[in-house]
């Protein structure tokens, strides 16, 4: 079993904060993997694990990848200011990560709220991105679609609009030992198994903090409240980087048919769909989830990327 202690943890400070963030590897090239709502750097512990020294024979991934896993703006043990919710500073603080820790470029990859932010970058940071992987996290233009005309999706989405009251949403997800945060992983999943009595006791301990589940939800209130503040204009919304998108087909949030079209927006696209798995496809599937991440990033090897 891994245990947060199986993985560096270091500090750095990037666009005004403390940023904490777990390493696995310490290779030249730079893989950011950024986690979504409600969880914090452990979402990726099954793929840090693949980077780690003598962890997978054969491929030398330490020795080739540098792999951090960031606790986002507001999350776990990063600073929690009052200020820098909206999108367009998210996705800047991952670029003063990829600078601060002496990249041009970076694999980046992201799931859920990780994954809007690493479409940003993408998108508004192109020349930053190397390669893009997506893990259950639409294409922007493809979600504000969705929510316009997609009743079903409307539907799911609900809580965008239940995160805007507040107080209530922190009271309610806080209440009875975070009982809510526990159903929302284990009740959703298709594998019971996913979350061990050690993940939920991580994810509670991190949104327990002064502040944390405050921070957590202003993500939904800033994105509602005053969208992308203009980061977009003038690109099309395109992503030049070959881009990977992981989709678990049983996720009760997103809808399967928010990836139609995505290739509209990132035209060196691959969809990888997994069948019988929630939300939480990277905890749940780990081992289908690291084959689609291994093979993509072999891809850039046999073109001669660096």
Not at 107 to 112: E, L
Request: hydrophobic share 45%; glycine share 8%.
């Amino acid at each position: 079993m891994l245990r947060p202690a199986d993985f560096e943890q270091r500090y750095v400070h990037v666009n005004g904060i403390r940023m904490h963030y777990a390493q696995a590897g310490h290779g030249p090239r730079l893989l950011v993997l950024l986690h979504g709502f409600p969880q914090c750097w452990w979402a990726w512990r099954q793929q840090l694990a693949l980077f780690q020294p003598g962890r997978a024979p054969g491929q030398d991934l330490a020795e080739r990848f540098t792999v951090v896993a960031p606790d986002l703006r507001g999350y776990n043990e990063t600073d929690r200011p009052s200020w820098g919710y909206e999108l367009d500073v998210l996705a800047q603080d991952v670029v003063a990560l990829i600078h601060e820790l002496g990249h041009d470029r970076a694999v980046v990859a992201g799931h859920d709220w990780g994954g809007g932010v690493a479409w940003a970058l993408a998108i508004a940071h192109a020349h930053l991105v190397e390669r893009l992987i997506v893990l259950n996290s639409p294409h922007p233009a493809l979600f504000a679609q969705a929510l316009g005309t997609n009743w079903r999706q409307m539907l799911r989405s609900w809580y965008f609009l239940f995160f805007q009251l507040p107080w209530l949403p922190e009271a309610l997800l806080r209440a009875s030992d975070f009982a809510a945060l526990e159903r929302m992983f284990r009740g959703t999943t298709a594998d019971q198994a996913a979350f061990d009595d050690q993940d939920i006791l991580i994810y509670k301990r991190a949104l327990s903090q002064p502040g944390a589940l405050t921070a957590a939800i202003n993500y939904y209130r800033a994105v509602v409240q005053q969208g992308a503040r203009g980061m977009y204009r003038g690109t099309g919304m395109r992503v030049a980087a070959p881009t990977l998108l992981i989709w678990g087909e049983r996720d009760p949030a997103l809808g399967r048919e928010l990836v139609e079209g995505t290739e509209r927006f990132a035209p060196d696209l691959r969809v990888r769909f997994i069948p019988e798995c929630s939300h939480w496809v990277m905890e749940e599937r780990p081992d289908l989830v690291n084959r689609h991440v291994l093979e993509f990033l072999a891809e850039a090897s046999s073109q001669g990327q660096r």
